[in-house]
């Protein structure tokens, strides 16, 4: 079953609260006021990130400020983070980068275009389409 954006964010909140404690937080306070800016295809990036951040020792107040794609790729910025945590964020942007951000295959999956947008072949057709 594919889970819709509020779906997938709400999950999140609840296995992560902490983490996520801004999630459509006021504009003046959080990057994190309209959830996640991602497509469906990173979501399984952004869970492995939360889990495998989840057991670390986790400094405290440590939280997701703004998770997004700019420019073909993902960012994830966090307040209060430390090495180990940055270590995490840099492989799953790198992972992001092979991963296709509408339907999360690691197949044909290319920049090529007029818009930067990491997409496998089908949904590079299926959005030019539209």
């Known amino acids: 079953m594919e889970l819709s954006k509020k ?3 709400a999950k999140l909140v609840k296995e992560f609260p902490a983490y996520f404690i801004d999630m459509y937080g006021s504009r003046k306070i959080t990057s994190l006021s309209f959830g996640l800016e991602i ?6 990036i952004i869970w492995r990130l939360c889990d495998d951040i989840k057991k670390l020792d986790t400094p405290e107040n440590f939280k997701f400020v703004q998770i997004k794609e700019k420019f073909g790729g ?3 910025y966090a307040y209060n983070s430390n090495k180990e945590i940055e ?3 840099e492989k799953a942007e790198k992972e992001a980068e092979i991963t296709c951000e509408m339907c999360g295959t690691k197949e044909n999956v290319t920049t090529e275009g007029s ?3 990491v997409l496998c072949q089908p949904c590079r057709i299926k959005r030019n389409s539209k």
């Open 7 to 9: 779906e997938f964010e």
């Open 39 to 44: 497509e469906p295809g990173w979501f399984d």
């Open 74 to 76: 993902l960012r994830v």
């Open 87 to 89: 270590d995490l964020v």
């Open 115 to 117: 818009w930067i947008k």
